[in-house]
């Protein structure tokens, strides 16, 4: 296991067109989190799952986004009728103990979306 | 409002300088205090937490809830200590999870 993977690591979308990005988190690790981080400025928190059940969504994840973990694996973030503002990194993150705030969160090497 | 601040974007110093930097919070609550670091390249990934009492490559951070602020330190920089270096805030607010990074402080260490 070579730590969390995110696909692709780069896309360019036109405005108005559905993207979804893929984060396969380490193995073991029952949380996965999304955030979004544009450019001069720390991550933002997007959502997180505790194994299918997604918990938390934050008012940043417009309707136009979807994240989904089916199988408590994988996720998968959509984001419908792209806009130029969408355009950022977005980074996925997994983690796993006995309380969520104090957990080490483990990063992806990110999805960089820009939006023409 | 819950927030972190950084308020250098970039702070130099010349390699066995002392380092500080800032990381003051706003939070209703006793947050968890973290740093991450990235280097050029590589991934965000923490470098240490407040619960863990740890210094970690020479770093530490102390708490002082009176001032809010969680300030990275290191006696000595080393040129591989140069990296973007976030500090962030977990907790529960209102029955919310929250994770709040600040906008980050970049690190030069000059040889």
């Known amino acids: 296991d070579t730590g969390v993977s995110q696909d692709p690591r780069h896309k360019i979308t036109k405005r108005g067109q559905n993207v979804t990005f893929r984060c396969d988190p380490i193995?073991?690790?029952?949380?996965l989190y999304w955030y979004r981080q544009t450019l001069g400025q720390g991550p933002e928190f997007l959502t997180y799952?505790?194994?299918?059940?997604?918990?938390?969504k934050s008012r940043l994840l417009s309707d136009r986004f979807s994240a989904e973990r089916p199988k408590g694996s994988f996720s998968t973030l959509e984001i419908q009728r792209t806009e130029q503002g969408d355009s950022a990194m977005y980074l996925c993150?997994?983690?796993?103990?006995?309380?969520?705030?104090?957990?080490?969160?483990?990063f992806g090497p990110g999805t960089r979306l820009l939006v023409l | 409002a819950q927030r972190v601040t950084q308020p250098e974007k970039l702070l130099s110093v010349f390699k066995g300088a002392p380092v500080e930097l800032k990381c003051n919070y706003s939070?209703?609550?006793?947050?968890?205090l973290f740093w991450y670091v990235q280097y050029s390249r590589q991934r965000l990934q923490l470098l240490l937490r407040?619960?863990s009492r740890e210094s970690i490559k020479g770093f530490t951070a102390d708490l002082n809830k009176g001032e809010t602020s969680f300030h990275l330190k290191k006696p000595f920089a080393q040129e591989e200590d140069s990296a973007m270096y976030y500090c962030?805030?977990?907790?529960?607010?209102?029955?919310?999870?929250?994770?709040?990074f600040g906008t980050g402080t970049r690190l030069k260490v000059l040889a």
């Open positions: 993150a997994s983690s796993s103990g006995p309380s969520l705030t104090i957990e080490t969160q483990y």
């Open positions: 193995s073991e690790h029952n949380r």
């Open positions: 799952f505790q194994n299918e059940a997604q918990l938390e």
């Open positions: 939070y209703s609550g006793s947050p968890e």
């Open positions: 407040h619960i």
């Open positions: 962030a805030l977990s907790g529960f607010n209102s029955g919310t999870y929250k994770y709040i």
